[in-house]
């Protein structure tokens, strides 16, 4: 071990804390807390924080991983996104350009089946709203 982390404990029931050499130098049980003979309490909180940054780093990790899968299987391009807060920018403005471009289909498609008749001016304010919707995203 390299750091104070969190490591099987010999004890049943309990958690241990171990310092960079693999020495345990805390262990919780239900009913103590025990800082081990020769341990300083500094050594022994050492121990916890790394314990936890190092479980908390997983978690986020894990969510990270839960946005990228989602991302993923919904055809999103998760970008370089090296933290859940990137991906969820990357997944931002890839859900307006989609709904700016099913908006617009939407006014192509309406334009396409006025287009021959005689209100023209309706088919020509489709168009318009066509271009006004994907202009949106050129602001």
């Excluded at 022994?44 to 991983?65: G, M, P, W």
Aim: with cysteine; aromatic share 6%.
């Amino acid at each position: 071990m390299n750091k104070y982390e969190l490591g099987p404990s010999p004890i049943p029931n309990n958690i241990t804390f171990y310092n960079p050499d693999g020495e345990p130098v805390m262990v919780i049980t239900k009913d103590s807390i025990t800082v081990l003979e020769g341990v300083t309490v500094d050594e022994a909180s050492q121990a916890v924080i790394a314990a936890l940054e190092k479980y908390i780093k997983a978690l986020v990790a894990a969510e990270r991983e839960k946005v990228a899968a989602w991302m993923v299987a919904h055809l999103y391009a998760t970008g370089h996104g090296d933290t859940t807060e990137d991906m969820l920018k990357e997944l931002e403005w890839q859900i307006a350009e989609r709904e700016r471009e099913a908006c617009a289909k939407v006014c192509e498609a309406e334009y396409a089946a006025c287009w021959h008749q005689s209100a023209m001016a309706a088919a020509h304010a489709a168009k318009r709203i066509e271009r006004d919707i994907r202009a949106r995203g050129e602001k």
